[in-house]
């Protein structure tokens, strides 16, 4: 099936680390991704990871895949005020190559 | 700014109405796809179309149509409009001959139905 997920909210202290978390179902997907919504925006890549790395790093950003138990997550560290965003895991189905499947996004907010 | 073109940015109407919303893709993209954002229903997959043809499918109901023209930009019809069609309504487009798939997202048609 397809089906992604995510949880809606998460709350971080100014300067600590957040870490976004996503589950989703197709074991076929190729890429996966996360994209960053700003109030008022579209959507944005923010980074993205093919399906047979285990990890990658972009500064302040690191993407880690779990691919025996399906779960992406996406860790910001040092967060900023800027950071503030809602955060969309998303996947491309290579069963389906035409379709990019969003999780229901994970408003980050921070606190001072 | 994305390159992706959405009009309108704001539409009110009534129930039972019908509207069209229009998107033109960045320059060279061939890939358009359209999503409906709402705050229960979060992003969900509407359609895609490839260089005019329609490639895929979501949870587009048969009163929602598209197209995509030959100068490649997009149309999604709404008709028979319910409250529930409140939301966002983003177009992306992509090239793909890229791999990674990355999509370039306008910035939405918020659309209200009373």
């Known amino acids: 099936g397809e089906d992604v997920e995510q949880s809606l909210f998460l709350s971080v202290r100014e300067g600590d680390s957040s870490v976004i978390n996503c589950t989703y179902t197709d074991s076929s997907s190729t890429y996966l991704y996360w994209y960053k919504q700003e109030p008022g925006a579209g959507l944005q890549l923010l980074t993205y990871?093919?399906?047979?790395?285990d990890m990658k790093q972009d500064q302040r950003l690191t993407v880690l895949l779990n691919k025996k138990d399906k779960h992406l997550s996406l860790r910001i560290a040092d967060t900023q005020t800027g950071d503030s965003a809602i955060y969309f895991c998303a996947e491309s189905l290579y069963s389906s190559a035409s379709k990019i499947i969003f999780g229901s996004g994970t408003r980050l907010s921070i606190r001072p | 700014d994305s390159g992706v073109t959405q009009t309108p940015k704001h539409l009110i109407t009534a129930t039972g109405q019908r509207v069209t919303l229009r998107c033109s893709p960045r320059?060279?993209?061939?890939?358009v796809y359209w999503y409906q954002q709402s705050l229960d229903q979060g992003l969900q997959f509407l359609i895609h179309?490839?260089?005019?043809?329609?490639?895929a499918k979501g949870n587009i109901l048969e009163r929602f149509s598209a197209q995509q023209f030959p100068d490649l930009h997009s149309e999604l019809n709404l008709s028979s409009l319910e409250l529930g069609d409140s939301a966002l309504y983003f177009c992306a487009s992509s090239d793909r001959t890229e791999n990674t798939g990355e999509l370039f997202f306008g910035e939405g048609s918020r659309l209200t139905v009373l």
């Open positions: 179309y490839y260089n005019g043809e329609e490639r």
């Open positions: 990871i093919f399906s047979n790395m």
């Open positions: 320059s060279g993209d061939l890939s």
